[in-house]
């Protein structure tokens, strides 16, 4: 897995997924700009923006609702949230 560090540029509610969720813009230096959907409903996009995260670059892009993710946030869920409730 190619694990980098990356901060969110972005931050705005994601369209047709079937969960609430967050497309994120999330710069990763040298490697680019990347587009992810996560279930970071638990924080409002004004605190995530500006944030630090993690993201797996190798993995293939997938469609996520309306949005292709081409990155996936490595998150941890809240306890005791719904499944897939995750804080970055």
Do not use: C, W
């Not at 605190?47 to 797996?56: D, K, P, R, Y």
Request: aromatic residues 6%.
């Amino acid at each position: 897995m190619d694990i980098r560090l990356g901060r969110v540029l972005s931050a705005e509610p994601a369209p047709g997924t079937p969960k609430p969720a967050y497309r994120l813009s999330v710069d990763f230096g040298r490697y680019g700009v990347r587009t992810s959907v996560g279930r970071f409903t638990g924080h409002t996009p004004e605190e995530l923006i500006g944030t630090q995260v993690l993201g797996v670059l190798n993995f293939e892009p997938r469609p996520v609702g309306d949005t292709v993710s081409d990155v996936l946030i490595l998150g941890v869920q809240f306890t005791g949230a719904p499944s897939g409730d995750a804080t970055p």
